[in-house]
């Protein structure tokens, strides 16, 4: 959704307040049920039974109840000054959220249209400039919206550095310029999930969709995925290196779990580095994904919690390491992975060995297949 969008539908809901009318009406309402249960709760607990009649009053009586009328004037009138300063400001506040929403569109557009420039250093401006846009976002919905526009430009098609022509200089200029702005994207989102959760510009929690994304490189390291949802069904992993080192995949200590889609993900003649990753809570799925002719490092990973699938993968060549790992907990499930080539290696992992891994009593170890000791005594 546009921030255009966001903010025409603002101005059509308006800001929603009730009739003064009402307001008051209600107002008054709750301060005479509170008036007079602070009264009877006086009156119970001073014992007492009756009021004691007066045929004459004195001056001091007289005075004492003018007073109490001044006094009840004067209360009614603080209070209809206290609701109407309240509407103000709501309505004061409501109008800086539009002047900052306004503002945000304005320099969203310029952003998105340096993202569509033939100039690679006028497309680092737009990336910088939207990254900046979403940290000074006036809401929630509109950070999303400038995460989204940063993740559709790393959807966009691409060309790897393998599919050029060894003579077509020009164009691998033009490569490596448009993979500057790529990993310039990569790295300013990788610095903005490592930010605390509760710092004012991090972007933990929001959704990043990398689906059929294009990676050659990039540094994911130490990224937090913490809840929200991360989706690389169908991302592709060239020859270059792509570090998730140190990335933590944990919805544990939000309000709803976190997933992480790597589902139909192509590791292929790549290294992919999830070396000290830990997978902690919310659900990393590898459905399908393809492992041929690649290096990927989840050396010394923690699973610890959540779900870990590598429901169908292939393993068809290269290296996959889980040397290291630590399986103590959540559910880890190789059901009907496919090892037909390459080293799949556990050699060194700790805890209960995952599901769908170990071949049963007599059966051998699939192609590639390398486990610790205790592991095969299990099987």
Not at 326 to 338: K, Y
Request: glycine content about 12%.
């Amino acid at each position: 959704m546009s921030p255009r969008l966001s903010l025409r539908q603002a101005e059509r809901r308006g800001l929603r307040l009730w009739p003064v009318g009402i307001v008051l009406v209600l107002a008054f309402t709750t301060a005479i049920l509170v008036a007079a249960s602070v009264f009877y709760a006086g009156w119970d607990l001073l014992g007492a039974r009756e009021l004691k009649p007066e045929r004459r009053i004195d001056s001091k009586t007289l005075f004492d109840l003018v007073k109490l009328a001044f006094g009840v004037v004067a209360g009614s009138g603080a209070l209809v000054a206290l609701v109407v300063a309240y509407r103000r400001q709501r309505v004061d506040e409501d109008g800086a959220l539009r002047d900052a929403t306004r503002l945000h569109t304005e320099r969203f557009t310029t952003a998105v249209s340096q993202l569509g420039e033939e100039s690679a250093a006028v497309r680092l401006g737009g990336v910088h400039a939207l990254a900046g846009l979403a940290d000074d976002a006036p809401t929630r919905e509109l950070r999303q919206t400038c995460i989204d526009v940063l993740c559709s430009y790393l959807r966009l098609p691409y060309t790897p550095e393998s599919d050029l022509p060894e003579d077509a200089t020009e164009a691998r200029h033009t490569y490596l310029a448009l993979r500057e702005v790529r990993h310039t994207t990569i790295r300013l989102i990788r610095d903005h999930l490592r930010l605390p959760h509760d710092h004012q510009h991090s972007w933990q929690g929001h959704k990043f969709d990398f689906t059929n994304v294009a990676f050659d490189g990039g540094d994911l390291g130490g990224a937090v995925f913490s809840s929200g949802t991360v989706h690389f069904h169908g991302a592709v992993f060239y020859g270059s290196a792509v570090n998730f080192s140190g990335a933590v995949f944990s919805g544990a200590t939000v309000n709803f779990g976190g997933a992480a889609h790597l589902g139909g993900a192509d590791f292929s003649g790549s290294t992919v580095d999830f070396s000290g990753a830990v997978f902690s809570g919310g659900a990393v799925d590898f459905l399908s994904a393809v492992f041929s002719g690649s290096t990927v490092s989840i050396t010394g990973a923690a699973f610890s919690g959540g779900t870990v699938l590598f429901l169908h993968a292939k393993f068809s060549g290269g290296t996959t390491r889980f040397a290291g790992a630590e399986f103590s907990g959540g559910t880890i499930s190789f059901n009907r992975a496919e090892f037909s080539g390459g080293a799949v290696d556990f050699s060194g992992a700790t805890g209960s060995a995952p599901s769908g891994l170990v071949p049963v009593s007599g059966s051998p170890l699939p192609t590639g297949v390398i486990l610790p000791p205790a592991w095969q005594a299990i099987g």
